[in-house]
């Protein structure tokens, strides 16, 4: 039943995949839409710019725009709002990856990613940024405390079970 079922999938989704534009189309696709953030805490944050047009992407620039509390870690180590690279021409059906180190400072925040080129219409991707509450981040320290307390119910249990047997 499987079978028959993939086969008219994929024969009805066959002309759909094969529609590749002639010029160049460019997306960005960020790896997590949202990051929740200790305060202080730096986290990477990835856009895949992919060019699904047949036709070369020509200077391909991506400009990542921070908004709220997000900050961005500029090349020269500053925390920044506003950063531009430029990724150079994207061939058909290639991909490049760009991580930018991004914190909090507040309560709620957002980074857009903008890719555009010389013969592309521009693309947008969207990230939020959020701060973690003190209070979410109490059971990861009580964790350890946790485990050295089972550790020590296990041990003083299998003690006086010794002493049950010498008896």
Same mark, same amino acid.
């Given at each position: 039943?499987?079978? !028959? @079922?993939?086969?008219?999938?994929?024969?009805?989704?066959?002309? @759909?995949?094969? /529609?590749?534009?002639?010029? &160049?189309? %460019? %997306?960005?696709? !960020?790896? =997590?839409?949202?990051?929740?953030?200790?305060?202080?805490?730096? &986290?990477?944050?990835?856009?895949?710019?992919?060019?699904?047009?047949?036709?070369?992407?020509?200077? +391909?620039?991506? =400009?990542? #725009?921070?908004?709220?509390?997000?900050?961005?870690?500029?090349?020269?180590? #500053?925390?920044?709002?506003? @950063?531009? +690279?430029?990724?150079?021409?994207?061939?058909?059906?290639? &991909?490049?990856?760009? %991580? *930018?180190? *991004?914190?909090?400072?507040?309560?709620?925040?957002?980074?857009?990613?903008?890719?555009?080129?010389?013969?592309?219409? !521009?693309?947008?991707?969207? /990230? =939020?940024?959020?701060?973690?509450?003190?209070?979410?981040?109490?059971?990861?320290?009580?964790?350890?405390?946790? /485990?050295?307390?089972? +550790?020590?119910? #296990?041990?003083?249990?299998?003690?006086?079970?010794?002493?049950?047997?010498?008896?």
């Amino acid at each position: 039943m499987r079978a !028959p @079922l993939l086969l008219v999938l994929a024969t009805a989704l066959l002309p @759909l995949l094969a /529609a590749q534009p002639d010029s &160049a189309l %460019v %997306v960005v696709h !960020p790896i =997590t839409s949202s990051l929740n953030l200790s305060a202080g805490e730096v &986290a990477p944050l990835a856009f895949v710019i992919q060019n699904l047009g047949g036709d070369i992407a020509a200077n +391909v620039t991506v =400009t990542l #725009t921070a908004s709220g509390c997000a900050q961005l870690l500029s090349w020269n180590g #500053t925390w920044e709002k506003n @950063l531009a +690279v430029s990724l150079g021409d994207l061939a058909p059906g290639s &991909a490049k990856r760009l %991580v *930018v180190q *991004v914190r909090c400072q507040g309560e709620r925040g957002s980074i857009i990613a903008t890719a555009y080129g010389d013969n592309v219409d !521009p693309a947008f991707a969207s /990230a =939020t940024v959020s701060a973690r509450s003190s209070s979410e981040a109490q059971p990861l320290v009580l964790l350890p405390l946790a /485990a050295v307390m089972l +550790v020590a119910m #296990t041990y003083a249990l299998a003690r006086s079970r010794k002493k049950g047997k010498r008896r």
